[in-house]
């Protein structure tokens, strides 16, 4: 198998391919029980909250998530670009100091954020939220932590360590949330809301906990002296988080607008905004392969640039997306043949999103066809280009959210949303080689690189 897609070929460094084995095979296990555990504890919600509670659910905690990316100020993305570097040239009195400046940065920004949006909320219905305003006060609770979550897991990925990165977010977070639902299951009693909410709050403190072990033991292991602070270093820093800010809040806008516009739309019908919450959950599970390839590449990408090591850049991508495409395929055509009955899985209204699953599992293929492209551009310093691009794929989606959701419902805020996907693709396709010399897409299918 590795020596027909050609991952065994003389073309990677064996340093290199081991890491990528190993660390693939850590990140696929951990996102594959992240994912089996979301699953398992998104359909206990519907089991036990039914279609509305699990639609209101659904309101409050994608916006946390969305929270989540102006309030990290982009200073994940900087520590799995810059700690590669510095870590790996021995100067971890420099990395100590980044991840001291990582965590004030995203303190302070989550501080500002949590205030500002509970405030717009609870006296100004933003967003038409006024209704969710006591789920909220509960929800915000868990973006503090959720904030510490990523930049710890970013700190392990930045050194290289994919199992320490992933194993909090992945799987002690999800377990621990299931065991949480079962209890409450199992205890009998009414299950509303603002318990369901408030479970899944409660559900962080033990990831957060053994990070914050996990980090001191790390931590403690860094020269203590480190560089006095540089004020134009510094500088550098913010705006180069500031760019990566701007590029995730455009992703993970990209990844919720559909969900968001849908909150809108049918703020009187939240069950539909949870159909279309399943469908989007299973096509997610289609990203599994691209998620692993996303979370090893990235340090990998940021090593290597450090090291002028274009070739090695080439060979690397032009493989893992070969192996990402072959996997990506035929994953897609088993999803859409069990799609029904795994939809039925929540219940039997559940089924009516299974259209607007088929739309987003076939858009999920272009990112399989030009692999981490997006990926490459974050860790080589071209954050603004990345930014620019996917920021005309969401602005794509927008408007056909807009245009379609009120014609075709949950079938058209699917439809908006894999043309925004096909235009961002499309996009990478013709300016990646153009500013790094790395063949995107198709070039791989010939053997190259």
């Excluded at 089996?36 to 998530?65: C, D, H, P, R």
């Excluded at 006296?123 to 609770?141: E, K, S």
Aim: charged letters at 10%; glycine letters at 12%.
């Amino acid at each position: 198998m590795r020596k027909a897609f050609g991952l065994a070929s003389a073309g990677i460094a064996a340093p290199i391919r081991a890491y990528l084995a190993k660390g693939a095979l850590w990140a696929f296990v951990l996102n594959l029980a992240a994912s089996g555990l979301t699953l398992l504890g998104s359909m206990m919600i519907a089991w036990i909250g039914g279609k509305e509670q699990f639609g209101a659910y659904s309101i409050v905690f994608n916006w946390v998530n969305v929270l989540c990316i102006p309030a990290l100020f982009g200073m994940n993305d900087l520590l799995m670009r810059e700690l590669p570097a510095w870590h790996g040239q021995d100067d971890q009195g420099r990395a100590r100091s980044l991840v001291r400046f990582a965590f004030s940065v995203g303190g302070l920004a989550t501080f500002v954020v949590t205030a500002v949006f509970w405030s717009g909320v609870r006296w100004g219905g933003w967003f038409g939220l006024g209704p969710y305003a006591g789920l909220f006060d509960l929800a915000l609770i868990a973006l503090p932590m959720l904030v510490f979550t990523h930049l710890g897991q970013a700190v392990f990925l930045g050194t290289q360590q994919i199992a320490r990165g992933q194993a909090t977010e992945k799987l002690i977070k999800p377990a621990a949330f299931v065991l949480l639902l079962g209890g409450a299951w199992a205890w009998g009693s009414g299950v509303g809301d603002p318990l369901l909410v408030g479970l899944q709050v409660l559900s962080f403190l033990p990831g957060v906990l053994s990070l914050l072990w996990m980090l001191g033991q790390l931590y403690r292991s860094w020269p203590i002296s480190a560089p006095a602070a540089d004020p134009l270093e510094e500088r550098r820093l913010l705006a180069t988080g500031f760019y990566f800010l701007l590029a995730a809040t455009v992703q993970v806008l990209f990844s919720r607008v559909d969900m968001l516009f849908l909150g809108y739309f049918f703020a009187d019908s939240p069950e539909q905004v949870g159909f279309y919450s399943v469908a989007a959950r299973y096509a997610e599970l289609l990203l599994l392969p691209f998620v692993v390839l996303n979370t090893i590449s990235a340090p990998l990408y940021a090593k290597l640039h450090a090291e002028k090591n274009l070739s090695e850049m080439q060979s690397v991508y032009a493989r893992t997306t070969r192996i990402l495409f072959v996997v990506s395929l035929a994953t897609t055509a088993a999803a859409l043949l069990l799609g029904p009955v795994a939809m039925g899985w929540f219940g039997k209204d559940f089924t009516v999103g299974y259209k607007a699953f088929c739309w987003l599992a076939f858009g999920q293929l272009f990112y399989a066809f030009t692999g981490t492209g997006g990926q490459v551009l974050l860790m080589t310093g071209h954050e603004r280009l990345a930014l620019s691009l996917q920021a005309t794929g969401l602005l794509v989606a927008v408007v056909g959210h807009l245009i379609l959701i009120p014609r075709w419902g949950i079938d058209g805020a699917a439809v908006a949303a894999i043309a925004g996907y096909f235009t961002h693709c499309a996009l990478l396709f013709v300016f990646v080689p153009r500013r790094l010399g790395i063949r995107v897409g198709g070039s791989w299918l010939k053997g190259n690189g």
